[in-house]
């Protein structure tokens, strides 16, 4: 009887899951719940900065509202002794220099509470992503301490906001171009990618046609007389820049194409555009104002600015790869999707940025209604942009072949070394 008894024993225990089968089941169990988590995780987040970029565009718009029409709707602001005789002091410019100390305030604090965040895991992230009421609390407390501030103070911020603006502008710089090289080195061919040859060039000829376009029409609508010379001189040296880019990038110690600076040259005309729109009415030199058909075009131009600059705050907050020393670092599965600090830091300078806009970089800047950006300060420094964006993407262009050759010369010179020091 045990004779039969002990296979069938033996049967029912192999049947059973060994003792390692039961842990690993565990782990992949684990794994599986962690992935889950993982993933709902990033899903808010990437959910959370288009809440901020919503609050951005609401700050932005609370601005423009405290600028022209706070002193006539706003009559609880007589009240408040740091708003002066008539709460004249917490409208026009320096209402709109409150309301972006206010908006600075909140992304600052928000920076300092999520920088150095790496997984998804930790409080800050949670911090980040959720506790939406709190920050609400946070949001209102912060906007309205600028409005308890004697005007001097706000004076102080508005010189620190000029140089914040200013850096803002440069991130927002450095993000375009990295973007631009990205797009060349996804569009053009290697011997990898032999299909993308006939768009890469298509697209080249795109942006160069409407650069030159672009030149053309800037000539005609702003530099018809000999009275324009300063918009003559502003376009002229923007066909220049562009003719110059063309031949770096076709230089044969170079050779890395058209469709970069083709792209690059498309954006300097926006920001040459951009200068010369900027500039006082002139009814010798625009002939769009002259024409005095400007009461839609400019609503609808004001609006369109406002969402650039949200769209330029929140695209540049996001692209903190851009700014990193080292790009080869490898993605694990519970690192943040994007660098929180460096996105909050972004929105407090965007903050600096959009006040500087409202008032047109002038501290004493009375802008008419539905206007933005517009004065000599604003001209001046989209072409300071225009002349920097293009010493950077041309520097980009030859600073390979700079250090190429420096290498070069310094193996030459060591060869040389041990040529001499050999019997």
């Known amino acids: 009887m045990d004779q039969y008894a002990r296979p069938a024993e033996a049967g029912a225990v192999n049947t059973r899951p060994s003792s390692s089968e039961v842990p690993q089941r565990e782990v992949n169990s684990r794994l599986e ?8 995780e990033k899903k808010k987040t990437l959910q959370a900065r288009y809440i901020y970029g919503i609050i951005f565009l609401i700050i932005n718009l609370k601005a423009w509202f405290f600028r022209d029409y706070g002193q006539k709707v706003l009559s609880h602001f007589y009240n408040i002794k740091a708003c002066g005789i008539d709460g004249q002091d917490c409208c026009h ?17 928000m920076f ?11 409080a800050r992230s949670s911090w980040h992503s959720e506790w939406w009421a709190l920050k609400l609390v946070l949001l209102i407390v912060s906007m309205a301490v600028p409005f308890f501030l004697h005007s001097k103070y706000i004076q102080i911020y508005g010189e620190f906001a000029r140089v914040g603006a200013g850096v803002f502008l440069v ?34 000829t795109v942006f160069y046609v409407a650069s030159v376009c672009g030149i053309v029409v800037m000539y005609a609508f702003y530099g018809r007389k000999i009275e324009c010379s300063l918009n003559i001189f502003f376009i002229t040296w923007t066909a220049i820049l562009l003719i110059v880019m063309m031949a770096m990038s076709l230089h044969s110690k170079v050779n890395r194409g058209l ?26 030199c625009n002939k769009e104002k002259a024409n005095g058909n400007s009461d839609w075009t400019t609503i609808l131009s004001f609006l369109f600015a406002i969402g650039a600059i949200v769209m330029a705050t929140f ?5 903190s790869q851009s700014f990193q020393f080292r790009k080869d670092n490898v993605q694990e599965e519970d690192d943040i999707p994007y660098d929180y ?26 802008a008419r209604k539905w206007s933005i950006d517009v004065g000599w300060a604003s001209t001046w420094v989209k072409i300071v942009n225009e002349w920097f964006a293009a010493t950077i993407y041309s520097w980009k262009l030859i600073s390979p072949t700079v250090r190429q050759t420096k290498v070069m010369d310094h193996e030459d010179s060591v060869r040389q070394g041990v040529n001499v020091a050999l019997p």
């Open 171 to 204: 991130l927002q710089l450095v993000s375009v171009i990295e973007f631009i090289t990205w797009w060349n080195s996804y569009w053009m061919p290697d011997e990898q990618k032999k299909q993308s040859c006939s768009l890469g060039l298509f697209m080249s």
């Open 259 to 284: 469709l970069s600076s083709g792209i690059m040259a498309s954006y300097l005309v926006f920001l040459c555009w951009s200068a010369i729109r900027s500039e006082p009415t002139s009814d010798s």
């Open 33 to 40: 719940q962690n992935r889950i988590d993982y993933s709902r």
């Open 341 to 366: 600090g460096f996105f909050h830091l972004v929105f407090a300078f965007g903050a600096m940025y959009f006040g500087m806009l409202f008032i047109s970089w002038n501290l004493n800047n009375s």
């Open 315 to 319: 695209s540049t907050g996001i692209d």
């Open 93 to 109: 410019t320096l209402g709109v220099l409150r309301v972006s100390l206010g908006c600075f305030i909140f992304f600052s604090v």
């Open 112 to 122: 300092f509470t999520t920088i150095k965040t790496r997984k998804l895991y930790e």
